[in-house]
């Protein structure tokens, strides 16, 4: 009915009851899971483990798998506009707001300021 081949190979069973499985035993349905249209849980059952926990070693070898080393910085450098051009950003950002209907408001350097209405 069952192979041993399938049956995953348990390196030791620790005092708590839970099995350590050997490495390359563990690769072999995990690679076979990641092919499209398997179904985890008849693997799982075929290898004689929990479904879950097949699943928790397909997301582990997944992540180690898609973070490739970093060949560059983790940092970029950033240019700092000089002071002259703030400046000039700060002068020419203030304008006058006029809705009709509603409030009047001019917005400067202290944010914007609001004026009440007077009926005309």
């Not at 620790?14 to 092919?35: I, N």
């Not at 483990?49 to 928790?56: T, Y």
């Not at 002071?83 to 000039?88: P, Q, W």
Request: proline fraction near 8%.
């Amino acid at each position: 009915m069952e192979d041993d081949d399938q049956k995953l190979r348990v390196r030791l069973v620790g005092r708590d009851g839970r099995r350590r499985y050997d490495p390359a035993s563990k690769d072999r349905p995990v690679t076979a899971c990641l092919e499209p249209g398997v179904s985890v849980s008849k693997l799982a059952l075929e290898h004689g483990v929990n479904a879950n926990l097949l699943r928790k070693w397909m997301k582990k070898r997944t992540e180690t798998q898609s973070l490739p080393p970093s060949s560059s910085p983790a940092f970029i450098p950033v240019q700092i506009e000089s002071t002259s051009d703030r400046a000039l950003l700060r002068q020419s950002s203030m304008a006058a707001v006029d809705v009709p209907g509603t409030c009047d408001g001019v917005r400067g350097s202290k944010g914007l300021r609001l004026f009440p209405l007077q009926p005309r």
